[in-house]
């Protein structure tokens, strides 16, 4: 793992950036995990800019989200869906027909996990996952005490998730209780994978991660196992781990 501590959160944004378009450089036609939440919204700004500035084309780009609600309309304000949109694919060169986003709707949601996961594996495997981490160090929707090996399915959100992201919602009662969500199998499959954090709400997921042992009550800490992780941090969500690095 290599491991940054950024000055703020600005920077983290930035070298995730930087570091997201150089895959993009070296490997016109990469393959992206991509990730929503509050965590990744700096990255693609300046991905945006970097587009924008004619620096970087994601014509022959294809992505692959790591989640989405299930039964939350596509077109829903807090769908990941809208949320890709909003933040980067509307922004960008990237066809469409490249975009993959779980579908919360389907009517065979075993059949479309398998298909997702399949889609990925013909395409190569995903170059590039970009991550962040939950306040219980989920990765994805992958909550504590999932098993490491799993695919892309359909998962239960832990009360502490629907907790955290009730802020986008106007009722607790509004936030879906389920997800599709790539597997923590899924994730490692990827070549390198980047998690982000900030904030001291994250400090202490990120110490477990890093600190810890590798133990399903902290999903995040298998990526101790893969080979290529970069984990982007700022000062407040690494300060529990500076002394050990
Ligand atoms: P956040 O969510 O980026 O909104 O903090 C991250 C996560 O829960 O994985």
Redesign the pocket.
Known sequence: MEIFICKDYDHASKLAANILASHILLKPDSILGL?T????VGMYKYLVEKFNAGELSFKEVKSFNLDEYVKLPKDDVNSYYTFMYENLFNHIDIDKENVNIPDGNVVDPIKFCDDYDKKIDECGGIDVQI????QNA???FNEPDSVFYEKTRVVDLAES?IK?NSRFFNTLEEVPTQAISMGIGTIMKSKHIILMANGES?AEAIKNMIVGDIDPKVPASILKLHPRVTVIVDEEAGALVKDYI
């Open positions: 990730a939440g509050s965590t990744p991550l962040g981490i939950g989920h990765i994805g998730t955290a994250k």
